[in-house]
């Protein structure tokens, strides 16, 4: 079976001292890196996803709280502006030069990898669900920031484009906030998405 790991948003500004930090985001950033030392090679594609917005103010898609009062549902802090040290993956995440990169958010409200676009395109695919079925992966392991928002979005498309099966390495993530996290996972395992640890 050829499996997939998908690495969801391990950036700076979702890190701790970032401008929507996330408890626990650089602990994330470690275990991944960890993880990835010990078992990457068992993975067939490996990808990882960034938030990759425009800069207000040329960001017109709501997604940015313009008036600096956020609700952190829909609208959000500045964040993960493209090209700036923010949207660079965490100094801690070490990936695999075979990575497969993909951004999102490009003037759009994206939470899924799924919406995003591979940036340099991978055997002619500029979409990640066109590249998974191109390499006929039937499972997908999926990790990082933040469970309860671009995880979640990110595991439910997964399941939707193909893969046999998906699963979330819950202890290789960190959440927004503990109701959030309860919701998104229970959604999850409603539809079908396994609830794993890492081993």
């Not at 001292?17 to 408890?23: D, E, K, M, S």
């Not at 996803?49 to 425009?54: L, P, Y």
């Not at 395109?121 to 392991?141: Q, S």
Request: hydrophobic share 40%; charged share 25%; proline share 5%.
């Amino acid at each position: 079976m050829r499996t997939a790991l998908i690495v969801v948003d391990v950036q700076n500004d979702f890190c701790e001292g970032g401008t929507l930090a996330v408890t626990g985001g650089a602990a994330v950033a470690r275990q991944i890196s960890d993880y990835l030392a010990r078992t990457g090679a068992r993975y067939d594609t490996i990808v990882a996803t960034r938030d990759w917005h425009a800069p207000l103010p040329d960001t017109n898609d709501g997604h940015f709280a313009t008036d600096g009062d956020p609700d952190y549902v829909s609208t959000w802090p500045v964040h993960c502006v493209a090209g700036t040290p923010g949207a660079d993956y965490h100094p801690d995440l070490t990936l695999p030069e075979r990575t497969v990169h993909v951004v999102k958010g490009e003037s759009r409200q994206d939470y899924s990898g799924f919406q995003g676009r591979i940036v340099d395109p991978v055997d002619g695919r500029e979409r990640l669900a066109d590249l998974l079925m191109e390499r006929n992966i039937a499972h997908v392991d999926v990790v990082g920031i933040a469970t309860d928002f671009c995880v979640k979005a990110t595991a439910l498309d997964a399941r939707r484009h193909g893969p046999t099966t998906v699963a979330v390495l819950t202890d290789l993530t960190a959440a927004v906030g503990a109701a959030t996290a309860s919701k998104a996972l229970t959604e999850l395992a409603r539809n079908k998405i396994i609830l794993d640890e890492s081993r």
